[in-house]
Structure formats: structure tokens, C-alpha cells
């Protein structure tokens, strides 16, 4: 249960753009679109409801609603 606390955690941690794009990107499958700072950057633009607290990332915040929308928009990549 520990470890598992830890990781709960560490995925609400808020970060900057920089670390989030190293996680998310390390922690995707090789097939899905990668993160970049300008494709991150449209994102929050086009939504800004998840950024209420400025301009910080978290896993369990972000990452999901970053895959998705990748997915919708792989010629971004």
C-alpha cells in the first residue's frame, strides 16, 4: 500500500511544462503522439479551465485529457 501512496502522490504533484513533458513522455506507449512545449502550450489555450492555478502541470490532472486530445490531433505532432 505504500508504494502505492507514493505514486498517488507524486501524480498530483504540480510541475512546470518541462518536467511534465519528460513524464508524460516517458510514461506513454511508443505509438501514441508525443508531447512538445508548443503543442502543450495549444492545449492550455484550448483549455483553460484546467489551469486555474497558473501555468503548472500534474499527471493526475493533465495527463489523460493529454492523450485524448493528442489523439484528435495527431497532425500537431
Do not use: C
Not at 13 to 20: D, H, K, Q, S, W
Not at 32 to 54: C, D, M, N, S
Amino acid at each position: 500500500m505504500r508504494g502505492n501512496s507514493e505514486q498517488i502522490k507524486i501524480n498530483q504533484i504540480e510541475t512546470m511544462l518541462a518536467v511534465f513533458i519528460d513524464s508524460y513522455n516517458k510514461s506513454i506507449p511508443e505509438s501514441f503522439p508525443r508531447a512538445t512545449p508548443a503543442i502543450l502550450k495549444r492545449f492550455q489555450v484550448e483549455h483553460p479551465a484546467l489551469f486555474k492555478h497558473g501555468d503548472m502541470w500534474s499527471v493526475d490532472r493533465h495527463r489523460k485529457k493529454v492523450m485524448d486530445w493528442l489523439s484528435e490531433h495527431r497532425n500537431l505532432s
